[in-house]
């Protein structure tokens, strides 16, 4: 698990980036946009900056969508129209693969051969593509897997639905076709190696990052005031998807059971996002369960904000929550540490590297509401023990920043570049056959170009 220093020979020109399920210019906190969405956006402009054209394709989603947007100098987003706009989910994507990759495939073909030099595809359902477009194209593959179906299975969420048995296929397969693997964390990568069999050696841990320009301590009474809350109130705030997976209702079942306790303190939980996956089923879950609960004057709802407003989210907060059951990192963690405010975080996945216990906040084991009542009591006790925190979060976050995610990716795409063999010469087409018996891939070429 390393990489190489990337050099100017071994820099790719031309990337292809593929995300098919969620568009990099969608708003975070609803629907399938999250993270994710914000990692390839951010790293695709600043290897923009370091002179690698990046297009990125993804799914149009509605017919408004122009076909090209030109995001930033260097960054073209294009719009790969594959199946209905509206009315699929992340499940229905799988049969829209072939309508995604022939939209892909066309618009290399209007190129000259050799257009893009490497391929960089997010999610599984963007690998299966990526890998046939890497074969097509005599490129290599990078692939950054975000999820793995084997970890979210293995802790799946009260009333959520286990991902089915065809994406953990798709990710072997993903897996095995890769040049490279990216990982979040040292963890992720033990679980491609355990789960999935990956190579160690073909695997770079690359840490996702923060906009540190923007995400960075403030005002935060100027923070309250534009969000309309008390100065005197103590704000614990969620930020992100609205279901099962992220668990907001466990931290409002934890702040109920702490306001049975000290029914006097000010307490105000602020809950911002919109509902996603199986969340949609009952939208108005999180308001009902307020109500349920008794706390519902002291819960706010927002929809997801755009950046510019979560930092004032981020700042307004004296404790931000992240109760996940699963994450492969944990952006909301490092965004408001960045912004200099703790985290009460559940001990799973990247969170455990995302946020260093008792130090820059505090990990939860499990998602008991009696365990969480109490941490969540405890740091809230201890002002001053919380202004220590915050000032530790904020340097450590500081080691996160999407530019040395950008230089992790360009070593990785260093890498695979050098470890590439057998390019495909112009004009031919690799095809590609699995052997099922000995699990290995064998290539033949033809003179047919699309």
């Not at 009315?87 to 257009?115: I, M, N, S």
């Not at 593509?129 to 084997?150: E, F, N, Q």
């Not at 919380?386 to 260093?414: K, Q, V």
């Amino acid at each position: 698990m390393e990489a190489v220093s990337p050099t100017q020979s071994s820099r790719p020109n031309r990337v292809a980036v593929l995300s098919l399920h969620t568009s990099p210019l969608a708003q975070p906190g609803t629907g399938d946009a999250g993270g994710m969405n914000v990692y390839v956006l951010q790293t695709a402009l600043q290897l923009a900056r370091r002179g690698t054209q990046v297009d990125i394709f993804t799914r149009a989603t509605s017919s408004a969508d122009e076909p090209v947007v030109h995001a930033a100098p260097g960054v073209v987003v294009r719009n790969i129209v594959a199946g209905p706009f509206e009315g699929l989910d992340k499940h229905d994507l799988p049969t829209q693969l072939c309508a995604f990759a022939a939209g892909v495939l066309r618009e290399e073909a209007r190129h000259e051969p050799g257009y893009y030099d490497l391929v960089h595809s997010h999610y599984w359902l963007s690998g299966q593509v990526g890998w046939l477009a890497s074969d097509r194209w005599g490129t290599p593959l990078v692939h950054t897997a975000h999820t793995l179906a084997a970890v979210k299975n293995a802790a799946l969420a009260d009333g959520d639905r286990p991902e089915p048995a065809a994406r953990v296929i798709g990710e072997k397969q993903v897996v095995a076709a890769s040049n490279r693997l990216t990982a979040n964390t040292a963890d992720e990568a033990k679980a491609l190696i355990e789960a999935y069999g990956a190579a160690p050696e073909k695997i770079d841990i690359v840490a996702p990052g923060a906009d540190l320009t923007r995400y960075r301590p403030g005002d935060r009474v100027a923070a309250r005031r534009s969000l309309g809350l008390a100065d005197d109130e103590v704000v614990v705030t969620f930020v992100g998807r609205i279901q099962p997976l992220k668990a907001p209702d466990v931290l409002l079942r934890a702040a109920a059971r702490l306001l049975q306790d000290r029914p006097d303190q000010r307490l105000r939980v602020l809950v911002v996002g919109g509902p996603s996956g199986t969340g949609l089923e009952r939208p108005d879950l999180l308001i009902d369960l307020a109500a349920e609960l008794g706390i519902a004057d002291r819960v706010r709802f927002l929809p997801p904000q755009p950046p510019d407003r979560l930092v004032d989210v981020y700042r307004a907060s004296d404790l931000v929550a992240v109760p996940s059951y699963n994450e492969s990192f944990g952006l909301v963690a490092i965004e408001a540490q960045a912004c200099g405010t703790p985290v009460i975080a559940a001990d799973v996945g990247g969170l455990g590297t995302a946020v260093r216990n008792h130090e820059t906040g505090l990990l939860v084991q499990g998602h008991r509401t009696d365990d969480w009542a109490t941490a969540l009591g405890a740091m809230l006790r201890e002002p001053a023990r919380l202004r220590e925190m915050g000032e530790a979060a904020h340097r450590h976050a500081s080691d996160f920043s999407w530019d040395a995610t950008a230089d992790g990716l360009a070593a990785s795409y260093a890498a695979a570049l050098a470890g590439h063999r057998g390019a495909t010469p112009i004009g031919e087409v690799p095809a590609l056959a699995w052997s099922s018996r000995t699990g290995t891939r064998q290539v033949w070429r033809s003179e047919v170009r699309l």
